[in-house]
Structure formats: structure tokens, C-alpha cells
């Protein structure tokens, strides 16, 4: 076997060995196979692909259970059990197997290997780079991504946003009472108009057209923002994306909403398309609707009095500054409450009264 090995058998014998017809046990025999895959003749390498590929499931499946395997024998057969699935479950669960192996499997092996690979989460964590082998394979279920994506924003996405978040200050690490989670908010909303007035708060989206996230976008978002804590939660009101502030103004805790609407950062038209939503808290909508600056906005005027979130009070106090043309939109808008449709019709009533009105 050493002589073997080593390259020094004659030709025959390698031969011999690259068909399996030597006595040789299972482990001798991948071994002998692995060391004659590159013999200077071309008949021992074929005769080696051939044994190889000619290896039926259970038989390749037995020889990958030997753990004496080392890695770079477990890299030469692994392209001959990509397509065994008893194999391949075998050579996935082998602790010698490397992580560049298996990233070479991940873009073509079939379902049942993408799920073996998928499962083994410590892999994945510690080479990130076998997901992205994962996602370009076209056997990739829509589950299997979904799990792929969750690991990501767990372990290194979320990580590396809590960084980031570390970075702008010191942040509690224990649980604070309400009292110091409103001077903890009130604190951070200081330090975010210091840095916007001195320039230092940059909006990299200002100039791009706001709209509402899609149910996929929102839910990944979600999924992040949800681990986070409320502190961290308030600062990335308050410095984060918008696309961040679009799913932390629907947060249940109502501090970390009515941070959003503080954010110095926030547009006229990001406050405009937050006043039409339906499913936040009242207190972000009476804060808007309490805001001088916002109040210039037409928009935003119009999409408080539609919202039926909005305070009745709130939406009454607005409905003077309504055009007549969109009072007789109210007037018959079910989605509004009686009291707002009442008050429209109301002030109709007066306007048509007043002299010089037309009809």
C-alpha cells in the first residue's frame, strides 16, 4: 500500500487499484483512489473517475462513514455523492468536511442536500459565504431562502446594525423604567437636532420618492427591528433609514412610534404618506395633527381628517382648513366617523350660505 501511495507501484498495479480490483479495505481503497486521481497516466485517471461514478449509494455512503477521512480526500469525492443522497447526508454530517467544500456543493446539489446544508446553522455562521452559494442554486425553495435570510439578519446583519448603533454613544444594557426610557428618549432626540443642525445627520434617501414598504420588505425589516431594544429602537428612529422609521412608527411600544415623528430627519412627504396609515397608534397622529410645522402641508392636513385613527378632536380642529371640494368627499365617506361627516356637511352648509357663494 505504501509503495502504492507513494507512486512507486508499477502500472499495473495502480492500475489494478484505480479499478478496485486490489484487496484492499474501504479505506485504503478512497485513499488509493484520492492519491491516483492525478497519475501521470491518463488510463489509471480514468479508470479512477470510473470506479468512482461507478460507486452505487449505500457502497460510497459506508466508505464516507470512516472518520479517519481527511478533508481534501472528502473534497475529491464529493462530486461523485452530490447526486447520492444517502452519500451526500453522510459526507454533510463528516466533521472533517471543509467549508469550501461544501460551498462548492451548496450552488448544485438538489433539494434534500440543500436542506442538510441549510440545517447546520454553526456552518453557515461561520462560513457566510456558502449562503451565497445557496441563493444562486435554482433548486433553493422559497422556505429554505426564507431560513437563509433569517440566519443572516440574526447573526450578521442584526449584529452589525446594533454596531452601528453602539458607535453613535453608550446604550443601557439592563431594562429601564418609563421614567428613564422617556429622559433616555429625550436625551437621544437632543443629540439628534445638535447633529442635523450641524450637518452631521445626512439623509441619503431625501431625494428619492416616498412610498409605502411592500408586505415582503416590511416583514424582513420587521423581523430585524423586532429583536432589537427599546433603546436601540429609538435611536434608529432617530438616525435610521426611512424604510427603518416606516416600520418602527407601527411599533406597539408607543414611545419608540411618537421617536419616529421627532426624527429631525423625517420629510413633509414621509409624514404625509405615515398620516394615511391605519394601523399605529392614535398618539403619533395627534402628534402630527398638533405640529405647526406639519400643518403647512396641505397633504398632510387632508390625510389626518381621512384617517379615521385620527382624534375626533384632532380631525375637528383640521376640518376648517378642507377645501370644499374634498368636505363633499367627507360628507359621504363611510370611513370616517358620523361626527366628521356631520361637521363636514356643517361647515358646507355655512360656506354655501355666506353671500357671493356659488352653488
Known amino acids: ?19 478496485a480490483a ?28 470510473t470506479t468512482l461514478d461507478g460507486f452505487g449509494d449505500d457502497q460510497l455512503a459506508g466508505f464516507l462513514r470512516e472518520p479517519a477521512l481527511a478533508a481534501e480526500v472528502l473534497d475529491f469525492v ?13 459526507l454533510l454530517a463528516h466533521s472533517s468536511l471543509g467549508d469550501a467544500t461544501v460551498q462548492a456543493l451548496a450552488s448544485r446539489v438538489g433539494a434534500a442536500g440543500l436542506d442538510l446544508i441549510v440545517t447546520n446553522q454553526v456552518r453557515l455562521i461561520r462560513a457566510p459565504q456558502i449562503m451565497d452559494a445557496l441563493e444562486v442554486n435554482p433548486a433553493l425553495t422559497p422556505d429554505l431562502r426564507r431560513r437563509i435570510q433569517e440566519v443572516r439578519e440574526e447573526f450578521f446583519v442584526k449584529k452589525e446594525l446594533q454596531e452601528k448603533l453602539r458607535q453613535l454613544g453608550e446604550l ?55 429583536t432589537l431594544t ?21 411599533d406597539s411600544n408607543r414611545l419608540v412610534a411618537t421617536t419616529v415623528i421627532r426624527s429631525p430627519k423625517m420629510s413633509e412627504s414621509e409624514v404625509e404618506l405615515i398620516a394615511n396609515m391605519r394601523n399605529l397608534t392614535e398618539e403619533v397622529l395627534r402628534i402630527i395633527g398638533n405640529s405647526r410645522s ?23 380642529n383640521l376640518l376648517n382648513r378642507i377645501s370644499q371640494t374634498d368636505l363633499k368627499k367627507l360628507e359621504s365617506n363611510r370611513n370616517v366617523t358620523e361626527t366628521i ?15 357671493g357663494t356659488k352653488h
Open 1 to 19: 500500500m505504501l509503495r502504492l501511495l507513494s507512486g512507486a507501484a508499477p502500472v499495473p498495479i495502480r492500475l489494478a487499484a484505480a479499478r
Open 172 to 226: 443601557p444594557t439592563r431594562e429601564l423604567s418609563e421614567a428613564e426610557l422617556a429622559a433616555f428618549q429625550e436625551a437621544e432626540i437632543e443629540a439628534a437636532l445638535r447633529d442635523a443642525a450641524a450637518g452631521k445627520l445626512v439623509d441619503h434617501e431625501a431625494e428619492t420618492p416616498v412610498e409605502a414598504l411592500s408586505e415582503e420588505e416590511h416583514a424582513k425589516k420587521n423581523r430585524l427591528i423586532s
Open 78 to 90: 464529493a462530486p461523485s455523492a452530490k447526486d447520492k443522497s444517502q452519500a451526500l447526508e453522510v
Open 22 to 49: 486490489l484487496p484492499l479495505a474501504p479505506i485504503e481503497l478512497i485513499h488509493a483512489l484520492y492519491y491516483l486521481h492525478d497519475d501521470g497516466v491518463e488510463e489509471v485517471r480514468q479508470a479512477v473517475a
Open 294 to 316: 406639519f400643518l403647512r402641508s396641505y397633504g398632510i392636513i387632508h390625510a389626518l381628517v381621512r384617517n379615521p385613527r385620527t382624534p375626533v378632536p384632532v380631525a375637528m
Open 230 to 250: 427599546v433603546p436601540e429602537k429609538v435611536r434608529l428612529a432617530l438616525r435610521g433609514s426611512r424604510s427603518d422609521r416606516l416600520v418602527l412608527v407601527r
Open 341 to 355: 361627516r356631520k361637521q363636514a356637511k356643517q361647515i358646507l352648509q355655512r360656506a354655501q350660505q355666506r353671500p
